[in-house]
Nanobody, 126 residues
Framework: QVQMVESGGGLVQAGDSLRLSCVASGRNVSNYAVGWFRQAPGKDREFVVV????????STADFAKGRFTFSRDNAKNTLILQMNRLKPEDTAVYYCACADAIYGIAGLEPRHYAYWGQGTQVTVSS
């Protein structure tokens, strides 16, 4: 059974930083495409950044470029999203995700991922 558990969200002020973690169990995420997505109220879930199983970042959303960094700790089977210079428009529930197919290419849409964390709320005040 695959489980993904996020942590690290919270309420911060604009310009602050947050570090989100996602601990995976039931599979070795270093063999799968993984990603971070977010969903704001009333909006569709959108990709933030996705990584192929090789550890190479396949794509980063424009809003995240230069501010968010995605890394993978293979020893801890953990995904990390470092978010700097946060803005009020970054307010959303953030989700980590893992693809179903081993050694797959990281897709940009939620439908490309089979396993999801429960989400962690990030709220940025102005």
């Amino acid at each position: 059974q695959v489980q993904m558990v996020e942590s690290g969200g919270g309420l911060v002020q604009a310009g602050d930083s947050l570090r989100l973690s996602c601990v995976a169990s039931g599979r070795n995420v270093s063999n799968y495409a993984v990603g971070w997505f977010r969903q704001a109220p009333g909006k569709d879930r959108e990709f933030v950044v996705v990584m192929s199983w090789t550890g190479v970042i396949r794509s980063t959303a424009d809003f995240a470029k230069g501010r968010f960094t995605f890394s993978r700790d293979n020893a801890k089977n953990t995904l990390i999203l470092q978010m700097n210079r946060l803005k009020p428009e970054d307010t959303a529930v953030y989700y980590c995700a893992c693809a179903d197919a081993i050694y797959g290419i990281a897709g940009l849409e939620p439908r490309h991922y089979a396993y999801w964390g429960q989400g962690t709320q990030v709220t940025v005040s102005s």
